[in-house]
């Protein structure tokens, strides 16, 4: 990813906590390596789940990674798709991204729920977008 400047754009992604008012550093010597946005703490596991760009350089793909930057599974492995918008439900037993196909100019969002239980797949809803969990 470059900067306005052409140069390359530094990224850091720290762990807030609002209690104590202090940063962590997460993934650490990983910023140049990986292009990655919209982590999400899993606090169950100590693991976030983020979007990265895919290594064809045009989708976005869920990854699974610990705190050191180290990636433990792609949760999503699909190419021809665009994956964002993440959202964990309460209990963070599922998550709700939305995926949309590379392909064609007239694709439109689709929802889809990952279980993280059972390790399955699940689409939601076709035609909408940015899903996000009620408490």
């Not at 910023?31 to 990265?52: C, D, G, H, M, W």
């Not at 021809?80 to 439900?89: G, K, P």
């Amino acid at each position: 990813m470059q900067n306005y400047w052409g140069e390359i754009a530094d990224i850091e992604i720290f762990e807030a906590n609002v209690g104590t008012g202090s940063l962590t550093k997460l993934f650490d010597g990983q910023e140049l390596s990986i292009n990655y946005f919209q982590p999400t703490y899993f606090n169950n596991e100590n693991l976030a789940v983020l979007v990265r760009i895919g290594f064809n350089g045009n989708s976005k793909q869920i990854w699974v990674i610990d705190k050191d930057g180290e990636k433990i599974f792609e949760l999503t492995n699909y190419h021809q798709y665009n994956h964002s918008a993440l959202s964990w439900d309460s209990a963070e037993e599922k998550l709700a991204f939305q995926r949309y196909l590379l392909t064609s100019s007239d694709s439109l969002p689709e929802v889809w729920i990952w279980e993280n239980q059972n390790n399955q797949f699940q689409l939601i809803a076709k035609n909408a977008a940015r899903a996000i969990w009620i408490p």
